[in-house]
């Protein structure tokens, strides 16, 4: 629609209630507070609307569906994502990039089915569901002079060069939160990608906090050590977040479900 034509439905809409809806300030415009009190009425009319779209064209799609995700990371959940591709290869998957803090408007915007991300949004038209949680280690060099300990604690790695992701991923905030409430800011000396972070450590150029699954694959990589930390578990949540009231079709409904059996599985396995 173009800009023309959407101010004059806002008229038409203004004069058809004869109440102003919209603060206009320059060239912006504002939700007034009958704005607001008409968006909170029609908002869930609108919900209706589309899902009975989606429902329709779920029908339609009975065979080949999509499944829309928003991810932090394409590394996020992925071992879950590409199990569940090899049970529902007729299920086609578009995975996109966000970021963290963008979440909330790309749920509202965006038409996604699920968001993957490790935080909790203060949104209570959202559902928020914690699949697992991730537990954290430290990766460093197996000739570091800390490579032969049992366990370290965080407070001894004030004074090591960190590698990580660089600023604006979550893992990079995550890493240095949990410093930081160990008493120290990381000095990270290394910015790189996931991909980059096993021969970087292989180098001796830095240490790094890692996930669980970053233990597999060191299982072959003689030249690196993973540590558990002292003290209580560092633990992320891995979360699964969507509309409270959006359609969920069959392709989401399997990809919930799934997530739901995957990571308890991984739960057990970890336990034993």
Same mark, same amino acid.
């Given at each position: ?10 008229? +038409? ?24 009190? #008409? ?12 899902? !009975?779209? +989606? ?27 590409? !199990? #569940?591709?090899?049970? %529902? ?9 966000i ?28 559902? %928020? ?11 460093l060099?197996? !000739? ?7 366990e370290?604690?965080? $407070?001894? /790695?004030?004074?090591?060069? #960190?590698?990580? /992701?660089p ?5 990079r ?31 001796? /150029?830095?240490?790094?906090l ?16 993973? /540590? ?7 633990? +992320?949540?891995m ?8 359609y969920?079709?069959?392709? $989401?409904?399997?990809?919930l ?16």
């Amino acid at each position: 629609i173009t800009q023309p034509a959407l101010n004059l439905q806002l008229l +038409r809409l203004e004069k058809e209630l004869g109440v102003s809806l919209f603060d206009r300030v320059g060239r912006n415009i504002y939700l007034n507070d009958c704005g607001q009190s #008409f968006y909170a009425f029609v908002s869930p009319a609108l919900a209706l609307l589309e899902n !009975a779209v +989606r429902s329709v064209d779920d029908f339609r799609q009975q065979r080949t569906e999509n499944l829309v995700l928003g991810s932090v990371s394409q590394t996020y959940l992925q071992d879950a994502i590409m !199990a #569940f591709r090899h049970r %529902q290869p007729d299920i086609r998957i578009s995975q996109f990039t966000i970021e963290p803090e963008n979440a909330e408007r790309e749920l509202n915007q965006n038409d996604f089915d699920f968001l993957l991300i490790p935080k909790y949004l203060d949104r209570p038209d959202f559902v %928020q569901e914690v699949v697992y949680e991730d537990r954290f280690f430290l990766a460093l060099n197996a !000739a570091h002079p800390m490579a032969d300990r049992p366990e370290i604690s965080l $407070a001894d /790695l004030k004074d090591e060069p #960190f590698i990580s /992701l660089p600023k604006g991923y979550s893992f990079r905030s995550f890493t240095e939160e949990i410093c930081q409430a160990a008493g120290f800011t990381p000095n990270v000396a290394m910015e790189c990608f996931h991909c980059q972070m096993l021969d970087l450590i292989s180098a001796g /150029l830095g240490v790094a906090l890692v996930p669980e699954a970053f233990k597999k694959k060191c299982q072959y990589n003689h030249a690196v050590k993973v /540590l558990p930390l002292s003290g209580p578990p560092v633990v +992320r949540p891995m979360l699964v977040s969507y509309k409270k009231n959006r359609y969920m079709t069959k392709a $989401a409904r399997a990809f919930l479900e799934f997530l739901r059996e995957y990571y308890a599985t991984e739960r057990v396995e970890n336990c034993s």
